[in-house]
């Protein structure tokens, strides 16, 4: 299950964001952190802490969210240990430190510095792959849990399992394997990642992929997109709904292994089939 909530920035701004509830807290850090776009200054998780507005506890990085009691809509609080020390911090004292945020986006001391110390020192490279931090609703393409957040809040989600034949930080990021692009519909232009193993297809935000536009596709299960990882094949499967699932102009009825540009229809919607992984490319 995916959560969704809010994190603060040292500077008071709140981030809608959005992460699976049963992944370590040290790795949301990590990647709020190191997020380019945020450019949160100093750029080293390990002396980043989270606390819980709600209830005013300090959030254990090394365990989930699930397990840190963190719920869908709750409010967590970015602050910076003292010093190198990595003990814990009271949010009162904490909280009573206002960093300022410089023009180019870096936080730093007022206090302890007259100008920013971080302004030219390259940013980290880091694209975040299970954290979405601001991102509208329409680029969901993996499941948000049972939270309801107003449209302006809701933002893109990640998967809820991980694939099990990827190792070391490839099991960590999810990859892509592939993707479905809407060249026809209510949704037309707009593009659906696949990831490994089952791809869930229908209206609901609950659906790995959701496809919310098209009131004509089943709200769950319209149909499934798999991609077995062991045979570096992809599938396509009728779902449990009553509409139908054509591919390449005839109905589906029973699950058929899918080619490259191959062509499916839901509801209005025309999709293309278009793989990452194939003959050319497999995740090791």
Same mark, same amino acid.
């Given at each position: 299950m995916d959560l969704?909530?809010?994190?603060?920035?040292?500077?008071?701004?709140?981030?809608?964001?959005?992460? &699976?509830?049963?992944? &370590?807290?040290?790795? !949301?850090?990590?990647?709020?952190v190191t997020d380019e776009k945020l450019r949160i200054q100093p750029a080293d998780p390990e002396r980043w802490l989270l606390f819980d507005d709600n209830t005013g506890e300090q959030l254990d990085p090394k365990k989930s969210l699930q397990q840190n009691g963190v719920a869908g809509g709750h409010l967590l609080k970015l602050l910076l240990r003292k010093g190198a020390d990595a003990g814990a911090v009271k949010p009162a004292e904490e909280g009573s430190r206002v960093l300022t945020r410089c023009d180019n986006g870096h936080y730093y001391d007022a206090k302890k510095h007259t100008q920013c110390p971080f302004c030219g020192v390259g940013a980290i490279n880091?694209?975040?792959?299970?954290?979405?931090?601001?991102?509208?609703?329409?680029?969901?393409?993996? &499941?948000?849990?049972?939270?309801?957040?107003?449209?302006? !809040?809701?933002?893109?989600?990640?998967?809820?399992? $991980? &694939?099990?034949?990827?190792?070391?930080?490839?099991? $960590?990021?999810?990859p892509v394997v592939g993707w479905l692009v809407a060249v026809g519909g209510p949704e037309k232009g707009k593009d659906y990642r696949i990831r490994s193993e089952n791809n869930t297809v229908g209206r609901s935000k609950d659906m790995y992929i959701c496809i919310s536009g098209d009131d004509s596709i089943s709200r769950e299960r319209h149909t499934v997109i798999t991609f077995d990882p062991q045979r570096n094949a992809f599938h396509l499967s009728p779902g449990e709904g009553r509409g139908l699932v054509y591919l390449n102009g005839e109905a589906l009825l029973a699950h058929k292994q899918l080619a490259p540009y191959d062509e499916i229809l839901l509801g209005k919607t025309k999709l293309l089939f278009v793989p990452f992984c194939g003959e050319k490319f497999k995740w090791e």
């Amino acid at each position: 299950m995916d959560l969704h909530f809010h994190i603060q920035t040292p500077d008071g701004k709140a981030e809608p964001a959005t992460f &699976p509830a049963e992944l &370590p807290l040290r790795q !949301l850090i990590n990647e709020f952190v190191t997020d380019e776009k945020l450019r949160i200054q100093p750029a080293d998780p390990e002396r980043w802490l989270l606390f819980d507005d709600n209830t005013g506890e300090q959030l254990d990085p090394k365990k989930s969210l699930q397990q840190n009691g963190v719920a869908g809509g709750h409010l967590l609080k970015l602050l910076l240990r003292k010093g190198a020390d990595a003990g814990a911090v009271k949010p009162a004292e904490e909280g009573s430190r206002v960093l300022t945020r410089c023009d180019n986006g870096h936080y730093y001391d007022a206090k302890k510095h007259t100008q920013c110390p971080f302004c030219g020192v390259g940013a980290i490279n880091f694209t975040p792959k299970s954290l979405r931090v601001g991102s509208s609703a329409e680029e969901r393409t993996r &499941p948000a849990g049972s939270e309801t957040l107003p449209e302006s !809040l809701r933002v893109g989600d990640d998967a809820v399992t $991980r &694939p099990v034949q990827l190792v070391h930080d490839l099991a $960590r990021i999810d990859p892509v394997v592939g993707w479905l692009v809407a060249v026809g519909g209510p949704e037309k232009g707009k593009d659906y990642r696949i990831r490994s193993e089952n791809n869930t297809v229908g209206r609901s935000k609950d659906m790995y992929i959701c496809i919310s536009g098209d009131d004509s596709i089943s709200r769950e299960r319209h149909t499934v997109i798999t991609f077995d990882p062991q045979r570096n094949a992809f599938h396509l499967s009728p779902g449990e709904g009553r509409g139908l699932v054509y591919l390449n102009g005839e109905a589906l009825l029973a699950h058929k292994q899918l080619a490259p540009y191959d062509e499916i229809l839901l509801g209005k919607t025309k999709l293309l089939f278009v793989p990452f992984c194939g003959e050319k490319f497999k995740w090791e």
